[in-house]
């Protein structure tokens, strides 16, 4: 079974994606609650990973604009600035058992392009439960601000590499935003 899967995850391309840092002014990274299942309530309930917003680039949309997009959709963001991107695509290979299920079985995975932003409004504008006034699918359960190089530990486990890649691609941002 083993091989098969290796097989399958051989012929399968990865999923663009971009992934958004967004940091405040004292060098904290934004982390979201991940919605297990669809149930918000189940999430808060249990040990739901935290990650960073991240979503699909559209047909005809830059990776930045992707970027600000999922931003707002993921939660009702639109106080901040550009601040840094990675320099490379960093990718994640999903687990065997979700190999030909998840995304419909396109994708062995996803080639993620990482953007750092500072946001520049007050924490009451940030909304992930409804965010865009309701007119987006919630896809956290809660938020916090974490330190950069925590992040890694507080995801899903077999994102933790590209996350540890995201650190270390940003590890100089907290810094330079909190000495300007």
């Given at each position: 079974m083993t091989s098969e899967i290796e097989s399958l995850r051989q012929k399968l391309p990865y999923r663009d994606n971009v992934g958004v840092a967004l940091f405040n002014r004292d060098g904290k990274v934004f982390l979201g609650r991940r919605v297990m299942e669809g149930d918000a309530e189940e999430s808060a309930r249990q040990?739901?990973?935290w990650q960073m917003p991240q979503g699909g680039i559209d047909a005809g949309?830059?990776?930045l604009e992707a970027a600000r997009r999922e931003l707002f959709e993921e939660t009702g963001v639109t106080s901040f600035e550009f601040f840094a991107e990675a320099p490379d695509w960093i990718h994640y290979d999903l687990p065997d058992h979700l190999i030909g299920v998840a995304w419909k079985g396109r994708y062995r995975g996803q080639r993620q392009r990482w953007f750092a932003f500072l946001f520049t409004g007050d924490d009451s504008e940030i909304d992930v439960t409804a965010p865009g006034g309701g007119k987006f699918h919630a896809e956290f359960s809660g938020w916090r601000w974490e330190e950069l190089a925590n992040a890694?530990?507080?995801i899903v486990a077999f994102k933790r590499q590209a996350y540890e890649e995201v650190a270390a691609?940003?590890?100089d941002v907290p810094e330079r935003i909190r000495h300007g």
């Open positions: 040990e739901a990973p949309e830059t990776p890694p530990e507080l691609a940003f590890a």
